[in-house]
């Protein structure tokens, strides 16, 4: 009876992961009945490839909602990251050793002050968000209303470059994922991430520091979504100001689809980045299936508002 309540309780906890993976798993199945060239090598290193951007900011976003929050300013900080980096650097490669750090830590900047505001005004951070990301927004159509720029080739093979026949920004992407839960399971500031996400009044009394913790974790969500940018831009080969644009509600799916729950405390980053792969699986299935871009924005928030009952129900049910 014990081994069988362990299984029970060790199936509970991996039940979202273990959706999502047989979701995968039936989304490449169905693309390969449907046509011989979705199983190719080129095409699935294709979806890894185009998975990079949504998972950089989907990594930020997961960090975010573990603490019980949400980060709306990600695609406007994005956007200011791409249009900013290609409009100053220009083709030039000289100009990228010191303007690809002076982008990041700007967009680092802006997400640390959305978690100093959020700690000291008291007030929703879907509220602060949601302003700060219009100022954002606002400041780069001041400085760009258009396509600005280009981005070097040298920089091609952060998006293009291959290692053991892998594309590297990809990998990278997974890397920060696997560091990102090292941190959160093994260091004190990623257990406090999730004893404020479970309970904030406990948090304090227990002495976390609210205002450094959530400065660090918009912070990071900042720094994730210029990266992102940059690799975006990079890909296109410029830089837009509406570039992050369907990037807010894009890296909120994956989270919630992986099992995070929204209102903190609940979850993690491998079943985001899972998250993330069923999306992208999703996205070049339809595709294939030559359906429109607007159509694929309806198909994720669906899976969103999917997901979300789902995990409510499941909560209920536990409680």
Sequence with gaps: MASRSTLSRAFGRNAPLLVVIALILLLVLIGGVMTDRFLTTRNLVNIFEQSTGLGLVSLGQTL???TGGIDLSLGSVMSLAATLSSGIINKDPALMITVLPMVIVLATAIGALNGALIDRLGVHPLIVTLGTGTVVQGMILLYAMTPIGAMPVEMGVLSYGRFLGLPIGASLMVLAFILAALWLRYTGTGRDVYAFGDDPAA?????????KLLMIVYGMCGFFAAIAG??????LGVGSPYLGQNYTLASITPVVVGGTMLSGGRGGVIGSLLGVFL????????NFMQVSTHIQLVAQALIIIAAVSVYLDAKR???
């Design 317 to 319: 049910r536990m409680a």
């Design 230 to 235: 940059i690799y975006v831009a990079v890909r």
């Design 203 to 211: 948090a304090r009394l227990l002495g976390i520091n609210r205002l």
């Design 279 to 286: 999306v992208s699986v999703l996205n070049n299935l339809l």
């Design 64 to 66: 975010v909602i573990l």
